[in-house]
């Protein structure tokens, strides 16, 4: 397979132009989408190639627009509307919740909202309260939505080529340090179905299972947990509804033990779920419990001395997946 | 509240069409009352907003729509429905929760829709339809047709954020649609003179620099005359308009709601006296554009179908139990049957 070096934001960007040349009724809606190409650079290129009415830059009225979105795509479009923030979801929480989500159900089928909301999640960029956080459990909450956590940039370019040909209302949620990293993705075509975990590594002792870039992060973990002679099982869900809990359940039915990692709020959480989705399936199977690493039930700080530690990163999860492999006390000890 | 009407004829409309309108007004009169019926006897789940008094605002608007147009209901939508045509059957149907109604019984009153009549839903969040509307409008425009949207809402609506992001964008971008403001002066409760400044809501089009009209909302003529410019000058690209139908809901906010405690009876007895099916029928008659006897036996043609469909609905079987976990997503069988 022929592959090539671009940044996570250029694959998104590639993503979004291979879909529009696909198909003329792909359009592109958001603030700052147009001649600037997004907020993050993930919208390059877009607005010279396709023109204004099927790249619109958008007034900040979040509600409004992506009710545009939902509108248009009633009516045979297959709109991608970006939400610059993913705590900007929350202002447009009606129509993605009660529009959205509802409409083919509640017209008994009639209708279909073939509509992919790109938004962002992650701290660590000192954005503070309402610039950082990690709302995805938020919207898995409300039946109706698919929910897309990508970890690489390949990851990220497959899987939102799927969102935008998928008939159904799917959020997207880009991690915000990804954008500028730069990884290798496949030169030819190609997309990725929905609800199939990707196995990034193999492993016996503990499955640790990342949502978005943590799943990259548990990667760079279970390198150092082999030092130790720790082999961990890495597990990127990628999509979250519609979940793929065969994988999971067969890891840990091996492995043992399950860690999950999840940069959203741990109440009422992404981590949570996942853990009592499959519980009742792997009971008998676990050596100790379930364990969670998920951001703590704070508002993102400012100050990277007081964000960071409240934050999931590989070194956390290197700990607590040596602590739930060899016990916390042993573990304790070690670190002497 | 002296209204004088102007005479029929000046409006150059063929007979036909104005008995249509003068048929669809009583269609909706006659399935409203049938609701209240249905709901007293315990045959319907949950409750209805009714239409009863306002009908000449659906009608006169939608008189000017075709097929392909397409429409934005709200809460209080049977009116909008009935005027752009749905199959009543299948109406009633799902306002009693039943297998063949328009949305398998999943949607009720407040959610009907008719995708093929270009009907984008009823819709229960109050303001939640204007983006609707307005996105309809863009995908028209990007796709080059010149189909023309109506988004309808209510005065409360109005006063919703959804409202002027909207309109905003829909002006700023010359956006086929028109925002057709029903200010029936309640919502629920609250009387909108006590919440809002303004004397009219359709004044609130200069802040965006659209044609903003107020119009007699129960003289059926004269809505339709007012939503006809704003429709051909939508449909010419010329973008969108702000009418504002000053009406009067006869009924409460909902069925269960007697819609006394917070209004005067006169202001009530005024309203219905001005009774937009009753004066209609008095003018076809004065200009003899109709016999009496004519319009007495259309009307009570229209009463003995509302009662077939009704009894049509009302034996219909209810949805299976296994139709809650249907129709969530739309799935390519087998991709992600995981």
């Known amino acids: 397979m022929k592959v090539k070096k671009i940044t996570y934001a250029l694959a998104i960007a590639e993503a979004i132009d291979e879909e529009m040349q696909r198909d003329k009724n792909v359009i592109l809606l958001g603030e700052d989408v147009g001649r600037l190409g997004g907020n993050f650079k993930a919208t390059v290129g877009l607005y010279e190639k396709y023109g204004e009415s099927r790249v619109k830059d958008t007034p900040i009225s979040e509600n409004s627009f992506t009710g545009l979105g939902v509108g248009a795509a009633l009516t045979g479009l297959r709109p991608i509307v970006e939400i610059m923030f993913g705590d900007f979801l929350m202002l447009a929480m009606d129509q993605i919740g009660n529009q959205a989500a509802k409409i083919r159900y509640m017209s008994g089928g009639q209708a279909k909202i073939p509509l992919t909301i790109r938004t962002t999640l992650g701290g660590g960029r000192s954005s503070a309260a309402q610039h950082s956080q990690s709302l995805q459990a938020l919207v898995c909450h409300i039946p109706g939505l698919k929910v897309v956590t990508p970890s690489s940039a390949a990851e990220a370019k497959g899987l939102l080529k799927t969102a935008i040909r998928d008939d159904n209302p799917v959020i997207f949620f880009e991690h915000k340090m990804e954008y500028n990293k730069t990884y290798e993705v496949p030169e030819e075509e190609y997309t990725i179905p929905f609800g199939v975990a990707n196995i990034l590594k193999e492993g016996k002792d503990i499955t640790i299972v990342g949502t978005s870039n943590q799943a990259l992060k548990a990667l760079q973990a279970a390198e150092e947990l082999i030092k130790g002679g720790i082999s961990a099982e890495i597990i990127d869900p990628r999509t979250l509804v519609p979940l793929d809990k065969n994988t999971i359940i067969n890891s840990v039915k091996k492995t043992g033990r399950l860690l999950i990692v999840d940069e959203g709020y741990e109440c009422c959480g992404v981590a949570g779920e996942i853990a009592m989705s499959i519980l009742k399936d792997v009971f008998y199977y676990l050596d100790v419990p379930i364990e969670r690493l998920t951001t703590a039930n704070l508002p993102l700080p400012f100050s990277p001395v007081l964000e960071f530690p409240i934050i999931p990163d590989e070194k956390k999860i290197f700990q607590k997946a040596k602590e739930m492999v060899i016990g916390k006390e042993v573990a304790k000890w070690q670190n002497i | 509240m002296e209204y004088k009407f102007k005479s029929i004829k000046s409006y150059g409309l063929n007979k036909e069409k104005i008995l249509k309108m003068y048929q669809d007004m009583l269609k909706i009169r006659y399935f409203e009352n049938k609701i209240t019926d249905v709901y007293s006897k315990g045959l319907m789940p949950g409750l209805a907003h009714l239409y009863i008094g306002e009908e000449a605002v659906a009608v006169g608007t939608c008189a000017n729509l075709t097929e392909r147009d397409f429409a934005v209901s709200t809460h209080r939508g049977h009116g909008h429905l009935i005027a752009q045509g749905v199959d009543l059957k299948k109406m009633m149907a799902e306002v009693l929760g039943k297998e063949i109604g328009y949305c398998k019984g999943k949607g009720g009153s407040m959610h009907i829709m008719d995708i093929n009549k270009g009907i984008l839903g009823a819709n229960g969040i109050v303001g939640a339809g204007i983006p609707i509307a307005t996105g309809s409008a863009y995908s028209a425009k990007i796709r080059g047709t010149d189909q023309v949207t109506i988004s309808f809402f209510g005065e409360a609506a109005s006063n919703q954020g959804t409202f002027h992001e909207s309109i905003n964008m829909a002006a700023a971008w010359k956006l086929p649609v028109v925002y057709v403001c029903e200010n029936n002066l309640y919502g629920i409760s609250v009387d909108i003179r006590k919440v ?19 119009v007699d909302g129960n003289d059926v003529l004269e809505v339709y005359r007012v939503t006809k410019e704003a429709v051909d000058r939508a449909r010419k690209g010329e973008g969108p308009s702000l009418i504002e139908c000053k009406t009067y809901r006869w009924k409460g906010h909902n069925l269960g709601d007697p819609g006394r405690i917070y209004r005067l009876e006169e202001e009530r007895k005024e309203w219905m006296k001005r009774c937009p099916i009753k004066t209609f029928q008095e003018r ?26 009704t009894d049509f609905a009302i034996k219909s079987p209810y949805p299976r139990e296994e139709e809650a976990y249907e129709d969530l997503f739309v799935e390519k069988k087998g991709v992600e049957a995981r």
């Not at chain 2, 809002?196 to 107020?214: C, E, F, H, Q, S």
């Not at chain 2, 109709?290 to 469909?309: G, Q, V």
């Open chain 2, 196 to 214: 809002t400044n303004t004397k009219d809501i359709a004044t609130r089009a200069l802040a965006y620099d659209i044609p903003g009209v107020v």
């Open chain 2, 284 to 309: 076809l008659i004065k200009e003899k554009i109709y016999s009496e006897e004519k319009l007495n036996l259309i009307e009570k043609n229209i009463k003995e179908m509302i009662r077939e469909i």
